[in-house]
Nanobody, 120 residues
Framework: QVQLQESGPGLVKPSQTLSLTCTVS??????????WSWIRQSPGKGLEWMGA???????YYSPSLKSRTSISRGASENQFALQLSSVTPEDTAVYYC????????????WGQGTQVTVSS
C-alpha cells in the first residue's frame, strides 16, 4: 500500500519561503508514469493544483504560482519537495502531496495534508 506523508513547518512568516517534503512509502517514485503533485486548499476555497514533478525531473507548474514555486526531487530517493517563496497570509492552507497516473490522469494516493499558516 502506497502512503504519502507531508512534513515541514506549520508556521511561516510573511515574505519567507515555505518548504515542504513529501515522503513516499510502500512504493517507489522511480516509475516515470506518475506525476508527483502538490495541491493546497485554503480556508473556504476549493482544491488548488500547484504543480508536479515526474521522476525524470520534468516539472509542471500552475501559471498563477509559477513565479514563486519550485518542485524538486527530495534529499532521499523516495521524496519530493515543494518550495513557495515570498509567502503572504493568502498562502495559508492545508498542503497535500498526491500521486497522479499519467495515463489515467487519476489521483490514486494522497497524503493526509499538513496545515501551513503564514503569520508574523
Amino acid at each position: 500500500q502506497v502512503q504519502l506523508q507531508e512534513s515541514g513547518p506549520g508556521l511561516v512568516k510573511p515574505s519567507q519561503t515555505l518548504s515542504l517534503t513529501c515522503t513516499v512509502s510502500g512504493g517507489s517514485i522511480t516509475p516515470d508514469y506518475y506525476y508527483w503533485s502538490w495541491i493546497r486548499q485554503s480556508p473556504g476555497k476549493g482544491l488548488e493544483w500547484m504543480g508536479a514533478i515526474r521522476y525524470s525531473g520534468s516539472t509542471y507548474y500552475s501559471p498563477s504560482l509559477k513565479s514563486r514555486t519550485s518542485i524538486s526531487r527530495g534529499a532521499s530517493e523516495n521524496q519530493f519537495a515543494l518550495q513557495l517563496s515570498s509567502v503572504t497570509p493568502e498562502d495559508t492552507a492545508v498542503y497535500y502531496c498526491a500521486r497522479k497516473n499519467v495515463v489515467t490522469y487519476e489521483y490514486d494516493y494522497w497524503g493526509q495534508g499538513t496545515q501551513v499558516t503564514v503569520s508574523s
